[in-house]
C-alpha cells in the first residue's frame, strides 16, 4: 500500500524559514519513473504546484516561487523535504505531498495534508 | 506557465443529472490533462488521467473527453458522494497548472 504523510509545524512566523517533510512507504524514489511533488492549497482557494523531485533527483519548482523554494530526498528515509524562505502570510496553507509516476504523470497518490499558518 | 481555465465555476444539479465541466487551456497540450474530485477537509483523488484514462477505482459513470485546448469531464448520473469540488491539471509541461476548481452543489 503506498503512503505518504506530510509533517512539520503548523505556525510559522513571518520572515522565517519553512520546512516541511514528506515521509512516504510502500514505493522508492529510486525507482525509475518515480516523482514527488508539494502542492498547497490556501484555505478556500485551489490548488498550487510548488516542487517536484524526481527519481534522478531532477527538481522543478513554482516560477512564481522558485527563489524561495529548495526541494531534496533522501531515499534511504524515504522522504522528501521542502524548504521556503521568508514565509508571508500569504503562504498560509495546506500543503500536500504527492507522487507521480511517469507512466501516467498524474498525482495518483496524496498524502493528507498539514495546514500551515504564518502569523506573528 | 500554461493558463488553466475551468467553467462552470460553481454547479447546481441533482441526483441522477447529467452534469458536464470544461477546461481549456492557453496553449495546445495534447491529452496531458487530469481531473481530480476533492471533498471538504480531504485531499484530491484522481478520476482521470490522460484526458480519458479512467483511474482504478473509480465508478464508470465518470469520464473525460478532449485534446488540444478543450477538455471536459461528465458524470453521467449524480450520486450524492459526487458532490464535491473538481480541479483539472495539465501535464504536458513543467510547472504543472491546476484549473481553479468547479464546486458541485446539490439543487
Known amino acids: 500500500q503506498v503512503t505518504l504523510k506530510e509533517s512539520g509545524p503548523a505556525l510559522v512566523k513571518p520572515t522565517q524559514t519553512l520546512t516541511l517533510t514528506c515521509t512516504f512507504s510502500?514505493?522508492?524514489?529510486?525507482?525509475?519513473?518515480?516523482?514527488v511533488s508539494w502542492i498547497r492549497q490556501p484555505p478556500g482557494k485551489a490548488l498550487e504546484w510548488l516542487a517536484r523531485?524526481?527519481?534522478?533527483?531532477?527538481?522543478f519548482y513554482s516560477t512564481s516561487l522558485k527563489t524561495r523554494l529548495t526541494i531534496s530526498k533522501d531515499t534511504s528515509k524515504n522522504q522528501v523535504v521542502l524548504t521556503m524562505t521568508n514565509v508571508d502570510p500569504v503562504d498560509t496553507a495546506t500543503y500536500y505531498c504527492?507522487?507521480?509516476?511517469?507512466?501516467?504523470?498524474?498525482?495518483?497518490?496524496w498524502g493528507q495534508g498539514t495546514l500551515v499558518t504564518v502569523s506573528s | 506557465d500554461i493558463q488553466m481555465t475551468q467553467s462552470p465555476s460553481s454547479l447546481a444539479a441533482s441526483v441522477g443529472d447529467r452534469v458536464t465541466i470544461t477546461c481549456r487551456t492557453s496553449?495546445?497540450?495534447?491529452?496531458?490533462l487530469n481531473w481530480y474530485q476533492q471533498k471538504p477537509g480531504k485531499a484530491p483523488k484522481l478520476l482521470i488521467y490522460?484526458?480519458?484514462s479512467l483511474q482504478s477505482g473509480v465508478p464508470s459513470r465518470f469520464s473525460g473527453s478532449g485534446s488540444g485546448t478543450d477538455f471536459t469531464l461528465t458524470i453521467s448520473s449524480l450520486q450524492p458522494e459526487d458532490f464535491a469540488t473538481y480541479y483539472c491539471?495539465?501535464?504536458?509541461?513543467?510547472?504543472?497548472?491546476f484549473g481553479q476548481g468547479t464546486r458541485l452543489e446539490i439543487k
Open positions: 491539471q495539465q501535464s504536458y509541461s513543467t510547472p504543472t497548472t
Open positions: 510502500g514505493f522508492s524514489l529510486s525507482t525509475s519513473g518515480m516523482r
Open positions: 490522460a484526458a480519458s
Open positions: 496553449q495546445s497540450i495534447s491529452s496531458y
Open positions: 504527492a507522487r507521480a509516476l511517469i507512466a501516467v504523470d498524474a498525482f495518483d497518490i
Open positions: 523531485i524526481d527519481w534522478d533527483d531532477d527538481k
